[in-house]
């Protein structure tokens, strides 16, 4: 392998840098690390889907499903069927292949469920089924933009929830991350939910099953783990965690995953700023949790569960007030 010995031209200001040494060790860190996790190299280039490909073709879908409002400010509504249909076709082309290259790298690496058609058959399955569920995933948008509304009385329409608002931010990446997981794509799946983390501080395992007319209030810090389902109408405050409460171990020693261990929450549910609910319990029907409560164990259709009520062990009841 040649060595890096780069001199900058004489008189031209640019300092040497003498990066010789530094580039020559770092060959040697990813030697040992190839070695390490037994690749010994990397296949034909890049063998892994590029975040930066992805957050630009999601950006590009997200502006496809409400063109008029997140599209670019020339569109007019006569040609916003052209606009989709351009962006959405630049947008899945980029897509299939960070979709093949994730199905080869897991074939490769005997990495969960092999794909039974060839990986590229496979990507384009999946992304023609993607197509087609667009439509349901703009109306399940729909409904959580509307919930957001008319859950915040601070809201004054709802285009200012949907260009503002970081809880609709975090479950427009949701929803279509949520289709990847679905898929098999797992690491797709996550490149686009944490995108959305990065940069609305809500932090959504694709895996998670969220209903209809999901809103989060406020948001920053909530977390939501792989295996909770979520019903319909639930409303959530800022730093709500609906988490594990323990991670069994496997007969080698490393974590189990892909068993439930989340939280079930159930329809027509508030849970207030700074809960935590941890384990696979179930939030019944209705219930209201107040802020800063800790739950492990789940509680009946219709309860008030209050910090009141959980530190001075006091049943559960329909009619206690938070």
Not at 60 to 82: H, N
């Amino acid at each position: 392998m040649s060595s890096y010995n780069f001199e900058p031209p004489s008189g031209s200001g640019r300092i040497n840098w003498q990066l010789g040494d530094a580039v020559a060790e770092l060959r040697k860190r990813r030697s040992k690390w190839r070695s390490d996790q037994q690749r010994a190299n990397e296949f034909n280039g890049r063998e892994l889907p590029s975040p930066n490909i992805v957050r630009d073709a999601i950006a590009k879908v997200i502006q496809a499903l409400f063109p008029m409002r997140l599209g670019p400010a020339d569109l007019r509504e006569e040609s916003e069927d052209f606009y989709v249909g351009y962006t959405l076709d630049v947008a899945f082309n980029s897509l299939f292949e960070q979709a093949r290259l994730e199905l080869d790298y897991a074939a490769r690496r005997g990495i969960g469920e092999s794909c039974p058609q060839r990986q590229r058959d496979c990507a384009e399955r999946i992304m023609k089924g993607f197509a087609l569920a667009l439509p349901d995933i703009r109306a399940r948008l729909d409904d959580d933009i509307v919930a957001a509304y008319r859950g915040d009385p601070a809201a004054r329409s709802v285009d200012e929830v949907l260009l503002c608002y970081p809880g609709v931010e975090a479950i427009i990446h949701h929803r279509l991350a949520h289709y990847f997981y679905g898929e098999g794509l797992l690491m797709l799946a996550r490149i686009i939910s944490e995108q959305a983390h990065s940069t609305t501080g809500i932090d959504i395992h694709p895996g998670a099953s969220i209903g209809r007319s999901f809103f989060i209030d406020h948001g920053t810090g909530v977390v939501i783990g792989e295996t909770a389902v979520i019903g319909d109408n639930v409303r959530i405050y800022q730093a709500v965690t609906l988490g594990a409460k323990r991670f069994p171990e496997a007969e080698d020693g490393h974590l189990e995953k892909g068993q439930p261990r989340h939280p079930i929450v159930e329809d027509d549910v508030v849970i207030y700023a700074g809960a935590t609910i941890l384990g696979r319990v179930t939030i019944g029907k209705g219930t209201v949790v107040g802020g800063n409560v800790w739950l492990t164990r789940g509680v009946p259709a219709g309860s008030n569960v209050s910090q009141a009520s959980m530190a001075n062990g006091e049943p559960i009841q329909q009619s206690q007030l938070l």
